[in-house]
């Protein structure tokens, strides 16, 4: 899978471990186009730290007790940031989604995955880890995933595969030569032909059908 990477995006790491942070904050400021504009613990007062660094989006390493650090952050959705959030175990996944969190990684993923999340969550879209999907998306839970409607054409194909990398509509535009109209075309012709609601549901069932590899 190609790696998309950040292009000039402000990060606020959070964590509670302040080794955790100070680690999580070196190995995304190595990263093409991505600025760390500051860390914080989880005790801080996030809302006032989003509005002195103005981040575009936040990676959170939740630690070993994600359910103990987000009962303490009250959730994520007022915090002015989307965000991508660390876990160390699947079972803490639906704890993070229904919290707010709009990425979903291990915290064992590469940092290049997590660079592209960061990349694909500050342009409004969802990222979650394979990993997650059994717990979160009821099609990752039928064990017999039903073939498309119909099949999907080589370009519908290759506009999948830029879904599955989380690029935005205007970059598979960009990527193919097509204009972004066109690119809302075939998105919606995928989601109907797979029988799903969004566009993270049809990357699922895609890589469950074999027709993507992740």
Request: proline share 7%; net charge negative.
């Amino acid at each position: 899978m190609a790696t998309l990477h950040p292009e000039n995006i402000r990060v606020l790491v959070v964590a509670e471990d302040p080794l955790a942070r100070a680690g999580l904050a070196t190995l995304l400021a190595n990263q093409p186009g991505c600025t760390v504009a500051g860390q914080v613990a989880v005790d801080s007062e996030l809302p006032s730290a989003v509005q002195v660094y103005r981040p575009d989006v936040i990676a959170w390493d939740l630690g070993s007790d994600p359910a103990r650090t987000l009962d303490r952050a009250n959730g994520f959705r007022d915090l002015g940031a989307p965000i991508v959030a660390l876990l160390a175990h699947e079972t803490d996944a639906g704890t993070a989604w229904g919290s707010g969190a709009r990425g979903l990684l291990l915290r064992t993923a590469p940092v290049e995955h997590l660079g592209a999340a960061l990349a694909a969550v500050a342009q409004g879209l969802a990222v979650i880890d394979p990993a997650f999907t059994a717990a979160l998306l009821p099609v990752a839970r039928d064990p017999s995933p039903t073939q498309p409607v119909e099949e999907l054409t080589p370009r519908e194909l290759q506009v999948l595969r830029l879904m599955a990398e989380g690029q935005s509509n205007k970059a598979i535009a960009r990527a193919l030569g097509i204009s972004e109209h066109t690119v809302k075309f075939h998105v919606n012709a995928i989601l109907g032909k797979l029988n799903v609601q969004s566009r993270t549901e049809a990357v699922v069932h895609a890589t469950r059908l074999g027709l993507i590899l992740l």
